[in-house]
């Protein structure tokens, strides 16, 4: 789904409102509507893009402006005792929104393995 039907397209065009945190000018991050931690922020390319294997084909440089987000927003939510970032990459993985995104996580202990 591109454009007008996916749901993070949305939210860059800024039809879809979000809490955003941070923008650049090739990734928006905001607050994820359904929580999974006291921290847990959303970071999108602004290029639509199924996955972030598909993302590393296509657009390299939006796979590190990712990263570089994370770092940012690290900082910003003072996360200095650790943090998660995941990537859901495919319904298999509970995946339901099909635009590459990494969720940023903090605030409480992670154990491992995850889920």
């Not at 006291?38 to 294997?53: F, G, S, Y």
């Not at 200095?80 to 969720?103: E, L, P």
Request: with cysteine; aromatic share 6%; hydrophobic share 45%.
């Amino acid at each position: 789904m591109v454009g007008s039907e996916c749901l993070f397209c949305g939210i860059v065009r800024g039809d879809v409102p979000a809490e955003v945190v941070h923008e650049s000018d090739r990734t928006v991050a905001f607050r994820d509507v359904n929580p999974q931690a006291p921290t847990h922020v959303l970071i999108i390319p602004r290029r639509h893009e199924p996955d972030v294997a598909a993302l590393a084909v296509a657009a390299p440089d939006d796979v590190a402006a990712i990263g570089a987000a994370v770092a940012d927003i690290v900082a910003g939510e003072g996360l200095d005792d650790g943090y998660r970032v995941v990537f859901n990459t495919g319904a298999s993985a509970n995946q339901t929104v099909f635009h590459c995104h990494a969720h940023v996580l903090g605030g409480r202990r992670f154990d491992w393995p995850p889920g």
